[in-house]
């Protein structure tokens, strides 16, 4: 097994909500309490199944500055069953294709490299790498999302990324040359274990990726509807830089992307007296401050704003409502019930949410039990007005639908405030 005796130990585990999951600092204040929610993802069997909530609140580490909500429910639960295939969207799908240009132009791999991808979900960017014939291993714990991946030829392994399971993938197959790790980080409870299997697995010549939305497009961009049970951290480059470097590791150059409504891809590698850093770690890890990132007052604020954009929603839905509106939803994403949850809606107020996803048309929305419908369904009831609730692909959404809906169908979008989307 790789030696690092550089890596430090000095978590405490299964120390609950009062302690943070980065560095155990025990002083976490308060960024945004939204009360007790459901799991965003775990739709009703049935109209009148029982709703489990459970309480979700930001909180933010001085010490560390990452956000966090506490771990109410394992993610065993949330993710041996998945419903999220990363290839439904082909936003997606181009900007994986786009990353792998990129590093083939910089001329990253030699004959024997190989790219290790955690949360590879259904090989959507990995399969890009294989068609250019360079080895690829994925790690999908969704048992039925990584099948997906297998039928495409990928080596998939189905399990949780740890430490241990870090070690075991180094004694068969040595350093990878690229570890890619796309929006998972924000899924793990033990955090600081995660990073440290990747400092394993990282070897002198390894460049670890890592792509996760950004806390401050939570605060800057309101998307308070990215806070949900199975976003355990909020991650910030400040963040990143002081967890990486408790592991051995080290952040040597941000990117700032559109992708997810602005994400942030990291650049770690292992920690040496020569790492160079590139300006971008220190220019965004100043905007994050200049921004009140980690300021107490600053989120107070927010709160309030989040209150009002929430009471001008449930208006919103009220008045057209009463104006014979029928109001529809679209994507019935985990944005959705984060939003429907969050506010007193009457059952009926939201007429039904369309849904690519066959798996979802088969289920019911929280609070109220909305049903899921398909967007055929949704085009021939002749809607008045849809919602599009992802609206980090609104465009590619609004676009779909305006091809298929009457043209005096008014498409909308509740973040930052409520908007009406024209193109
Ligand atoms: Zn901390």
């Known amino acids: ?114 790219v290790l991808e955690i949360a590879s979900n259904d090989g959507y960017l990995l399969k890009n790498f294989l068609d250019l014939n360079i080895k690829a291993i994925g790690i999908e714990p969704a048992e039925n999302v990584a099948e997906v991946s297998r039928s495409l030829g990928i080596s998939t392994i189905s399990e949780f990324f740890t430490s241990h399971l870090a070690i075991k993938i180094f004694e068969i197959h040595g350093y990878p040359k690229l570890i890619i790790a796309n929006n998972v980080m924000a899924h793990v409870p033990d955090l600081v274990d995660f990073i440290r299997g990747l400092s394993y697995l990282c070897g002198p010549e390894t460049q670890i990726s890592i792509e996760n939305p950004s806390l401050a497009n939570i605060l800057i961009g309101m998307q308070f509807d990215t806070i949900y049970h199975e976003h355990y951290s909020y991650m910030s480059a400040y963040a990143v830089s002081k967890l990486s470097k408790m592991c051995g590791l080290h952040l040597s150059k941000v990117e700032e992307l ?107 929305m929280p609070p109220n039990g909305t049903e899921i419908i398909s967007p055929q369904e949704l085009f021939s009831e002749e809607p008045t007005d849809v919602i599009i609730f992802p609206w980090n692909i609104k465009s590619e959404i609004a676009s779909f639908l305006k091809d298929n809906l009457q043209s005096h169908t008014r498409l909308w979008c509740v973040i930052p405030n409520m908007h009406e989307v024209t193109k």
């Not at 430090?8 to 976490?28: D, Q």
């Open 1 to 114: 097994m790789p030696k690092d005796p550089d890596i430090p130990h000095p978590f405490i585990k299964g120390r609950g909500s009062e302690f943070c999951r980065g560095c155990n600092g025990g002083n976490l204040f308060s960024a945004l309490n939204l009360g007790d929610l459901p799991i965003a993802n775990e739709l009703l069997r049935s109209q009148t199944s029982k709703i489990e909530k459970y309480p979700l609140h930001l909180r933010i580490c001085p010490e560390c500055s990452l956000g966090q909500v506490a771990d109410v429910v394992t993610p065993e639960r949330i993710f041996r069953d998945y419903r999220y295939l990363s290839s439904i969207s082909s936003t997606f799908l181009k900007h994986a294709s786009t990353y792998v240009e990129q590093r083939i132009e910089e001329g990253m791999f030699s004959s024997g490299d190989w």
């Open 258 to 364: 559109v992708i997810h409504g602005g994400s942030i891809r990291y650049w770690l590698c292992k920690s040496k007296a020569d790492n160079i850093t590139h300006a971008s770690v220190g220019e965004v890890i100043e905007s994050e401050i200049s921004n009140g990132l980690f300021d107490p007052l600053k989120w107070e604020a927010y709160s309030e704003k989040v209150g009002l954009i929430l009471n001008n929603f449930l208006l919103w839905l009220q008045t057209t409502k009463l104006a014979s509106g029928k109001i529809y939803g679209y994507g019935a994403a985990a944005k959705a019930s984060t939003i429907l949850n969050s506010i007193d809606i009457e059952p009926g107020l939201l007429t039904a949410i369309a849904d690519a996803s066959l798996e979802k048309q088969t289920r019911f």
